[in-house]
């Protein structure tokens, strides 16, 4: 078998080198810097860069999997790749163990009034009088129910919050006391102080929420984004924000990015910005490449059904 890595991998290399011995191993630092002689025949591919589109995979005749360093695949070719019977592999629970301390540093920020007791300090002000919140007894609900938000509802559970999650069918999730069906979520974003959207980016959940879902969520809201820009227009967002149909936003991904310096958000005192930054984490190499160390023992064993991570291409997560 031939693995071939469109990114250096650190010490993870000499991991996999010793871990598999008979498997052959070629280490690139970028896309553009492969061999197509030693890419025609891989047979697994390790990257998570937008260069590798439908023209690079042709040069990867014997190609069976591409393990997906990252979580989001919607820059691959999806249709391509599910007609090629190729498997496809994700990062997908890499990245809830420091995206849920993410949530809930948005949400202390907020409710614990540190924006506020910043600027007392930076005046010398000792402002006795201010009145922070508790998040005991409150409600979060969540946009999407996988490996993040449930790894974020056992600390909600922690502080004896309610935990709501939204999924495509309404379906259970262990750690969740309701579930409701992405149809259904007008009717329970009322019950929710804190709305957390995790959701992947699909064809479905481009610009999902719209002006009418904001409308329905309660004037003290926090809304929180860690999944994808694209599920709410710029512009419907900023608008829920000046008409105050939600209090506060917290937000770390963002529909065009960079940012651009222009945008009204950065202006905006109801706003607290972060620069797509909340999955990052210096072990996210290690658990990933945890991830392809499972998934080679699948493919040695002939186990190429049971992979871990397996993204379904057509639905695109």
Request: glycine share 4%.
């Amino acid at each position: 078998m031939k693995v071939v890595t469109l990114m250096r991998l650190k010490d993870q290399e000499e991991r996999l080198k010793e871990t598999f011995p008979n498997i052959e191993f070629t280490f690139y630092k970028h896309p553009n810097l492969a061999d197509e002689e030693v890419l025609k025949d891989a047979d697994v591919l390790v990257s998570y860069h937008s260069e590798v589109d439908e023209t690079f995979l042709d040069k990867c005749k014997q190609l069976k999997l591409i393990a997906w360093f990252a979580t989001g695949v919607n820059q691959l070719p999806l249709d391509y790749i599910n007609k090629r019977n190729i498997k496809l592999t994700n990062a997908k629970g890499v990245h809830a163990i420091q995206i849920a301390e993410f949530i809930f540093a948005y949400i202390l920020n907020d409710i614990k009034l540190f924006k506020e007791t910043y600027e007392s300090q930076k005046k010398r002000a000792f402002n006795h009088k201010l009145s922070p919140d508790s998040i005991n007894d409150k409600t979060i609900l969540f946009l999407g129910t996988g490996k993040i938000p449930e790894r974020t509802a056992e600390v909600a559970k922690a502080f004896n919050m309610k935990v709501i999650g939204i999924n495509t069918t309404g379906h259970d999730v262990s750690g969740f006391d309701e579930v409701y069906s992405i149809e259904e979520r007008r009717q329970v974003f009322n019950k929710a102080d804190f709305i957390v959207n995790v959701l992947p980016e699909t064809e479905d959940t481009i610009h999902l929420l719209q002006k009418a879902d904001f409308e329905h969520m309660k004037a003290d809201a926090h809304f929180i984004n860690v999944g994808r820009g694209t599920v709410v227009k710029e512009a419907v967002l900023v608008e829920a924000l000046i008409n105050k149909e939600i209090r506060y936003a917290s937000i770390d991904v963002f529909e065009e990015e960079p940012l651009p310096a222009t945008s009204k958000l950065y202006d905006m005192d109801n706003v607290f910005i972060t620069a797509h930054i909340s999955g990052n984490d210096g072990n996210n190499l290690k658990r990933s490449t945890d991830i392809l160390v499972e998934n080679l023992n699948q493919i040695i064993n002939g186990n190429l059904k049971s992979l871990f991570n397996e993204v379904n291409s057509k639905a695109g997560y």
